[in-house]
């Protein structure tokens, strides 16, 4: 065996931990999931029959399959753009050098520590039309109560708010560490040339934190196509299914009403849907490459 | 030199993991071994987190000390506890004992995830004589003919109300046998009512619905004469007069009272603690509660009345056996449920009722007074519909109670709609 076959199979041995974890957690369950979207499956008794695709057809006279899909994007564009918008000017004013960088670092990551359930419960109360203290705090400035979780328009627009306080921290770091990369003599040649602060954004910023944003804006997109445990305690899918995510509905069907091979299929078919949008996101994205 | 790097980077490597696969290979082993446990080494899995759960302990170590068993209890709340057990029984490995409500015991019995136990409590009286059991309470452990498990305990809806604020309006308590008729509950909720919309922060509601509507829902709609279902659980009675009464008279409490805030949320009852509501329906497992945070006088009277027929929701948590329990566990699972059923005036404490005559009379129980307006409704306690996709149903009316009383549907409109939704639910199921 020569030397360069012997390192070669060390580093595949250094992978081999997480690959042998991937497999049995990740990839066979995956295979498992798809081979079961084409039965019908009792999970308790283990009786399992081959249904064809009827669990996939079965989507199109499911009136909440379509309901919950276009909840789940509406959330998702919502939540994604206003997230990462909040998350990047977070991380602009901490890059500009303001005093206490640190601490505000630690305030605005805070949240992501508390579990769903804890910061669910706490934006319920804050939320009650008639206990809560934002609709106090509208009164008390002479503006009428608003309906936050009972109002269907209202109902996901409150849940994304809750989302970005409990989780705008997380991307901010990244934004921040790459906000930090970009060297400094880039900003002080462009203001030499007499480049304003939005001519700097965006001629230099932006193009340069492009695959910052492709990786913060795929990943968050993967995640507000999964999201669940913030409606499920927030507002149980209400009202009338305005907050009924697509996670919800696989939720539902396999572990509620025990329709594991359905579940299955609903769950296939997110797996295309987060793949056929992260694939554009990216070639969006990446479009050009960008040096300095 | 590169044959030197190798060695190198082989003992780096077991370095950084050789801990990290022991403690795979471990985690492997413990997970093979869960069969292999001691016959007297039983889990008993349950959703028991509140108060309730620390009135188990001294009945589980009263049980181990007569049997010399050991009893590991798995308490989680109740979402994570379904999802856990569902896991559990269909990996082959299920809990010796588990605790479902009635409600679910006919989805759970339908898809065959339950022991039947008919040969083990009902061919002799040793498990539990027949004439001391509560026939109404026992027939819910039973699905299609056939027993699935064994009742723990019933638990139904009362009407909480705060002593200090009726002082305050001069009006007298609420029975505690009798309900209040509809009429003079919304009086009373009327007179306990002040909104005051300059000082919103010493605003107090007469009343609030709370934990989840379709309890309260239930509850009227059979008051009224209505039913979920008909009786053949084939088709959907929800389009009825009677539904329309019920949903309307909750809507009115809203909307044209005004003694009710809508239903949001199911902690309702923590804003009765914080005395921003003068009354409450809520089930009697909140009794503890009340008692360790209430920080005033308060008291419990029977669901008002406010249909011509006495009628109340109920429920309970039933101890059952996965139908994967290996035979040799039977035994010494059915001592532990026998144990648990036997001691059910200690339960009671939790607030839930007993499910048999000789511990409802008897005296230690009757010495718990909290306990009088919850067994005075006994006579009148009802169901859910045993279908095997009650759950998916209740969800489905459950929404659009809520939209409802949220003010998106007027009360006929939205009774249409679920009517349409819930027959479909049942036509594509029965397909």
């Known amino acids: 065996m020569t030397g360069r076959t012997k390192n070669g199979l060390v580093n595949a041995l250094f992978i081999a931990p997480y690959l042998a974890l991937f497999l049995v957690w990740v990839a066979l369950p995956a295979f498992f999931g798809v081979a079961i979207s084409f039965t019908k499956w009792n999970i308790f008794t283990g009786e399992i029959g081959f249904v064809g695709l009827n669990n996939y057809l079965r989507v199109l006279s499911d009136d909440l399959f379509l309901r919950s899909l276009l909840n789940t994007f509406q959330y998702a564009a919502l939540s994604v753009a206003a997230g990462n918008a909040v998350s990047f000017l977070l991380a602009c004013g901490l890059a500009g050098g303001i005093a206490g960088r640190r601490f505000f670092q630690t305030i605005f990551f805070a949240p992501i520590i508390l579990s769903i359930g804890v910061t669910g419960v706490i934006w319920g109360w804050l939320y009650n039309t008639d206990f809560g203290i934002l609709n106090y705090w509208l009164q008390q400035t002479g503006l009428p109560r608003l309906n936050w979780l009972t109002n269907p328009k209202f109902a996901m627009i409150s849940i994304v708010i809750m989302v970005i306080w409990a989780g705008a921290g997380f991307n901010m770091m990244i934004y921040l560490a790459g906000l930090l990369n970009i060297p400094k003599s880039y900003y002080e040649a462009a203001q030499l040339d007499g480049a304003g602060a939005m001519s700097r954004m965006i001629h230099i910023t932006l193009p340069l934190m492009k695959h910052t944003f492709a990786f913060t804006l795929i990943i968050s997109t993967i995640g507000a196509f999964q999201v669940f445990d913030q409606p499920y305690i927030l507002t149980g899918g209400g009202p009338d299914y305005a907050t009924y995510t697509y996670v919800y509905h696989i939720y539902s069907n396999g572990f509620r009403y025990f329709r594991m091979g359905y579940a299955s299929a609903l769950s296939c078919l997110l797996a295309a849907v987060i793949a056929l949008f992260s694939f554009i996101q990216y070639k969006m994205l990446t479009r050009r490459r960008v040096d300095y | ?431």
């Open chain 2, 1 to 431: 030199m590169r044959a030197a790097q190798a060695p190198r980077a082989w003992r780096r490597f077991f370095s950084l993991f050789h801990g990290w696969l022991a403690a795979l290979v471990a985690l492997a082993l413990a997970g093979c071994g869960g069969q292999e446990r001691p016959l007297t080494d039983l889990q008993y899995w349950n959703g028991f987190v509140g108060p309730d759960g620390n009135i188990t302990e001294p009945i589980l170590k009263d049980f181990e000390s007569k049997t010399g068993a050991r009893i590991e209890v798995q308490k989680m709340p109740w979402g994570i506890y379904f999802d856990k057990l569902i896991s559990a029984i269909a990996a082959g490995n299920p809990p010796d004992v588990f605790v479902l409500h009635m409600s679910e015991l006919a989805s759970y019995a339908e898809m065959g995830a339950l022991l039947p136990l008919d040969e083990y409590i009902n061919s002799n009286d040793s498990f539990c004589p027949k004439a001391d059991r509560i026939q109404s309470i026992w027939e819910r452990a039973c699905y299609k003919g056939q027993c699935y498990g064994v009742p723990l305990d019933i638990h139904l809806l009362g009407l909480y109300y705060n002593k200090d604020y009726f002082d305050a309006a001069h009006l007298p308590y609420p029975s505690v046998t009798e309900p209040l008729r509809g009429e003079q509950f919304i009086e009373i909720a009327r007179k306990l009512t002040i909104q005051d919309k300059d000082a919103p922060t010493s605003n107090i509601w007469g009343f609030s619905f709370s934990g989840e509507p379709f309890r309260n829902f239930d509850t009227l709609l059979w008051q009224f004469g209505g039913n979920l279902l008909t009786d053949n659980l084939k088709q959907s009675a929800i389009n009825s007069p009677e539904a329309n009464k019920a949903l309307q008279w909750m809507h009115d409490l809203v909307y044209k009272h005004k003694v009710s805030p809508m239903p949001e949320g199911v902690d309702t009852w923590q804003f009765f603690v914080q005395g921003r509501i003068a009354m409450i329906t809520e089930g009697c497992w909140v009794l503890n509660g009340l008692t360790r945070y209430a920080k005033f006088r308060w008291g419990v009277a029977p669901f008002f009345l406010a249909g011509g027929t006495r009628a109340v929701w109920a429920t309970g948590h039933v101890l059952c056996l996965s139908r994967n329990l290996p035979r040799e566990r039977i035994p010494m699972a059915l001592k532990l449920m026998k144990h648990l059923n036997d001691t059910g005036v200690m339960w009671s404490t939790s607030g839930m009722l007993p499910t048999r005559y000789s511990q409802i009379r008897s005296k230690e129980f009757l010495e718990q007074s909290r306990a009088i307006p919850f067994t005075s409704q006994l006579d009148r306690i009802r169901f859910e519909p045993a279908s095997p996709i009650g759950i998916e149903l209740r969800d489905r009316y459950q929404q659009t109670v809520f939209s409802c009383l949220a003010g998106l549907f007027p009360v006929q409109q939205a009774l249409t709609r679920v009517d349409g939704q819930m027959n479909r639910t049942i036509e594509t199921y029965y397909r």
